[in-house]
């Protein structure tokens, strides 16, 4: 089994930048599919990024397209998720998960950003 541990979150005034990491143990992470998920209060959590344990293939919400970029470093066994141009909008607790096949069953314990206008 996988443990994950988020780290990197804070505040930021909008248009400022923040990087995420997503740190594993226990296994190599890059034998999962790594995805960011995020849950503002009161809302649903939503998908942000992943990346294909192939390391080439990546993914994005349509609200995080190139403002966000996710990238592993496998000997670090870390996924990192680089945020830029901050908005208000992205204030949520951000979650990383794991997955072999098609669902995420690791989850880390959450890391808050705080993007203040």
């Known amino acids: 089994q996988v443990q994950l541990v988020e780290s990197g979150g804070g505040l930021v005034q909008a248009g400022g930048s923040l990087r995420l990491s997503c740190a594993a143990s226990g296994r190599a992470l890059n034998l999962y599919t790594v995805g960011w998920f995020r849950q503002a209060p009161g809302k649903e959590r939503e998908f942000v990024a992943a990346?294909?344990?192939?390391?080439?293939?990546?993914y994005y919400a349509d609200s995080v397209k190139g403002r966000f970029a996710i990238s592993r470093d496998n000997a670090k066994n870390t996924v990192y998720l680089q945020m830029n141009s901050l908005k208000p909008e992205d204030t949520a607790l951000y979650y990383c998960?794991?997955?072999?096949?098609?669902?995420?069953?690791?989850w880390g314990q959450g890391t808050q950003v705080t993007v203040s206008s």
């Open positions: 998960a794991a997955k072999v096949l098609t669902t995420y069953d690791f």
């Open positions: 990346i294909h344990r192939n390391g080439g293939t990546t």
